[in-house]
């Protein structure tokens, strides 16, 4: 049991800018799915290991617990439309889009800021979040675009000082 408030505890955290990642996987060896998610992060130069956390409660959750490969996409700042369409229950999430078959067995966005093809290292329970360690395959920079930031529950732009 938490003493605090759950709505201050949210507000306090997003205070914490992050950029926007789209994470996807093939259920089936088949269909393609994906999900916007603003908890990755960098983890490991060598090896080189990336994570982000997943939601128990996700309709994707035993889609993404139980896959061998996914692949993270960093949005650009002209990406806020792909990052509301992977956030939503939409079921034709990838119709609109660029994509291709990677060579890891994930779907590729094709036009967004860079992606990491991963493979599934390890999970950790997070409470009513799995953290997902990923080691990264390949990668690729696709447009030198500045990033997608989210920050107190809003879209916004970097601002370069
Ligand atoms: C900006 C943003 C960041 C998000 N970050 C995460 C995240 O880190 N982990 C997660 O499991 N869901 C995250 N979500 C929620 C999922 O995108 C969303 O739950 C999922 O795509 C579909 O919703 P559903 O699971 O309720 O069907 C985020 C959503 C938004 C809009």
Same mark, same amino acid.
């Given at each position: 049991?938490?003493?605090?408030?759950?709505?201050?505890?949210?507000?306090?955290?997003?205070?914490?800018?992050?950029?926007?990642?789209?994470?996807?996987?093939?259920?089936?060896?088949?269909?393609? !799915?994906?999900?916007? !998610?603003?908890?990755?992060?960098?983890?490991?130069?060598?090896?080189?290991?990336?994570?982000? *956390?997943?939601?128990?409660?996700?309709?994707?959750?035993?889609?993404?617990?139980?896959?061998?490969?996914?692949? !993270?996409?960093?949005?650009?700042?002209?990406?806020?439309?792909?990052?509301?369409?992977?956030?939503?229950?939409?079921?034709?999430?990838?119709?609109? #889009?660029?994509?291709?078959?990677?060579?890891?067995?994930?779907? =590729? #966005?094709?036009? *967004?800021?860079?992606?990491?093809?991963?493979?599934?290292?390890?999970? *950790?329970?997070?409470?009513?979040?799995?953290? #997902?360690?990923?080691?990264?395959?390949?990668?690729?920079?696709?447009?030198?675009?500045?990033?997608? =930031?989210?920050?107190?529950?809003?879209?916004?732009?970097?601002?370069? #000082?």
């Amino acid at each position: 049991m938490t003493s605090f408030d759950q709505r201050d505890f949210r507000n306090a955290l997003g205070t914490f800018a992050t950029g926007i990642t789209v994470i996807t996987t093939t259920h089936n060896h088949a269909e393609p !799915v994906g999900i916007t !998610v603003n908890s990755f992060a960098s983890v490991s130069l060598d090896p080189p290991l990336v994570l982000w *956390c997943l939601d128990n409660d996700a309709y994707f959750h035993d889609i993404f617990a139980n896959c061998s490969h996914f692949a !993270v996409h960093v949005l650009h700042q002209d990406q806020e439309a792909v990052s509301q369409i992977f956030s939503t229950k939409n079921s034709s999430k990838f119709n609109s #889009l660029d994509w291709e078959m990677g060579e890891f067995g994930s779907p =590729i #966005l094709k036009d *967004c800021a860079s992606h990491f093809e991963c493979e599934m290292e390890r999970q *950790c329970d997070g409470g009513d979040h799995v953290i #997902l360690l990923g080691r990264v395959t390949a990668f690729k920079t696709h447009k030198d675009k500045p990033p997608l =930031i989210y920050h107190a529950g809003e879209y916004q732009v970097l601002k370069i #000082l």
